[in-house]
């Protein structure tokens, strides 16, 4: 903080006495910002040199007149104090170049730009919203933009049918090439997705099984194939007792080639359950394997056979699958089932130990880990970002 601190501070005594330089010199300067920049600038040297460095970031803020010269740094000061959690501060910047007469559309347009994202930041979402809705209708240039902070209102306070109708409005601006409609963040399509997905868990927890289906039907609409709505909508058929049609919602999706993880495989278990003889669990497994041959289906096929059947047909079948997929999990899984049953021994514990240690999730993006999946990252808010380890210990070659 004491670097940041000096940093700013150098940034604002060039900035100041940039500008003072310029009126000295007769330079664009208004008169109130003449009289007034050296006192302020002195006071801001005192409170430095008490130590007071805070109080002397108020009194260079405050000598820093504003001007077609020092707009983008007052503009750029906010920013950085936004960026360290002083959000109070860059309110206070942001709206006193509201207060300067001289400012062109395009400058004020940038200005409240800036002071949407500190009323986001601060939590202030009623503010924002309003100043981006204005953005949005006044701007072309910003529209895009400002409708993607709106999307960040509306998240924050799970407003989900609002966040649809701006994603659709996005989705509108990128066919009409605007770059910055698809160039930053993650893809219209897919929030707009994940904003039905939400609204259609919403509707399953008022045990409104129709209401979702509608749901989740319009989600398909620009992925025929999106996990989280096929997975839903699979739900729904279980609610409402349609076995066959939940087993039609996860042949697509293995079909996807999404990876396989141990909710899928919960889900299709419950799917199953209600399956007539040639949709057993087992038999769906074995397609499922051979679409996708990865350590969880062997194991979990493997798991199946020895219940059906017995061990020694469980590993029979790992030691073949062994021979086209290569798995350190699957190996381990088969020199446990060699070693005798006590409890205590310390080989079985270490084994037992590393397999474990890797089931669980983990985000692309930021690298948060949990033992469950998020359709959002708690760490970094993107979505679907949360894929599965997988069971293969990364460690167990050293
Ligand atoms: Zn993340």
């Known amino acids: 903080m004491i670097a940041n601190n000096a940093l700013l501070l150098l940034l604002l005594v060039l900035a100041v006495a940039g500008g003072w330089t310029l009126a000295r010199g007769g330079l664009r300067m208004d008169e109130a910002g003449r009289a007034q920049l050296p006192s302020q600038y002195y006071r801001g040297f005192n409170f430095l040199l008490d130590g007071e460095e ?4 108020d009194a260079f803020t405050e000598a820093l007149s504003v001007n ?29 170049l509201l207060t300067r007469s001289h400012l062109t559309a395009v ?3 940038q200005v409240h730009l800036e002071l949407a994202r500190d009323f986001i930041a601060a939590g202030l979402y009623d503010r924002a919203e309003q100043l981006l809705r204005d953005l949005s209708d006044q701007s072309p240039d910003l529209n895009a933009t400002a409708q993607r902070h709106l999307l960040e209102v509306f998240e924050a306070q799970r407003e989900w049918s609002a966040a649809v109708v701006t994603a659709e409005n996005l989705i509108a601006l990128s066919q009409s090439e605007d770059p910055l409609a698809t160039g ?26 129709s209401l979702a289906r509608q749901y989740y039907r319009d989600a398909l609409r620009d992925n ?6 096929r997975m839903g909508s699979a739900n729904v058929s279980l609610m409402e007792s349609s076995p066959k049609e939940a087993l039609a919602h996860f042949e697509v999706i293995m079909a996807s080639g999404r990876t396989c993880t141990p909710e899928l495989l919960s889900l299709l278990s419950q799917i199953c359950a209600d399956q007539d003889g040639e949709s057993t669990y087992t038999a769906v497994l074995h397609r499922y394997y051979e679409q996708q041959p990865s350590p969880l289906l062997a194991l979990s096929l493997a798991a199946e056979l020895e219940a059906e059947k017995d061990r020694t047909a469980a590993d029979d079948f790992l ?4 021979a086209d997929n290569p798995s350190v999990a ?8 060699g070693l005798p049953e006590e409890n205590d021994q310390p080989e079985r514990r270490i084994l037992e130990q590393l397999t474990r240690d890797e089931q669980g999730y983990a985000c692309d993006h930021c690298g948060f880990t949990g033992q469950s999946r998020h359709w959002r990252c708690p760490g970094c808010r993107h979505w679907d970002s949360i894929h599965y380890l997988g069971t293969v210990p990364a460690k167990a070659h050293g």
């Open 224 to 229: 025929d194939k999106d996990l989280r709505a």
């Open 319 to 322: 030691r073949r699958t062994l």
């Open 330 to 337: 699957v190996a381990m899984s088969l020199l446990l089932s």
């Open 107 to 109: 400058q004020l347009h």
């Open 54 to 57: 805070e109080d002397a970031i």
């Open 68 to 96: 077609e010269d020092t707009l983008d740094t007052h503009i750029a000061l906010g920013s950085v104090l936004r960026k360290r959690g002083e959000v109070d501060r860059a309110i206070r910047i942001h709206q006193n």
């Open 184 to 209: 930053h963040g993650q893809s219209a399509h897919q929030l707009r997705c994940h904003y039905l997905c939400e609204q259609a868990e919403a509707a399953i927890s008022e045990q409104d099984p």
